[in-house]
């Protein structure tokens, strides 16, 4: 009897064809949730760049206006 004429062999055939292919959905799953993660880990990275440059810009900027207030000492 081949595999196709028994079908208690084919039953457990096609039950393990179906679990491998949700392992691999599974895995595609994490992949692309991963992948989205990281792209959120870079977007906060760049985010708080930008606030660390306009920080320092600010802090730059207010000591230059606070040497302008100085007065002048000869």
Partial sequence: MTDDENPHERDRTMAAEKAEREDEELEEEKAEAEQAREGELEDE???????????????????????????FQS
């Fill in 45 to 71: 990275t760049r985010v708080e760049r930008d606030i660390d440059r306009e920080d320092a810009a600010a802090d730059e900027q207010n000591a230059d206006n606070h040497r302008d207030e100085e007065p």
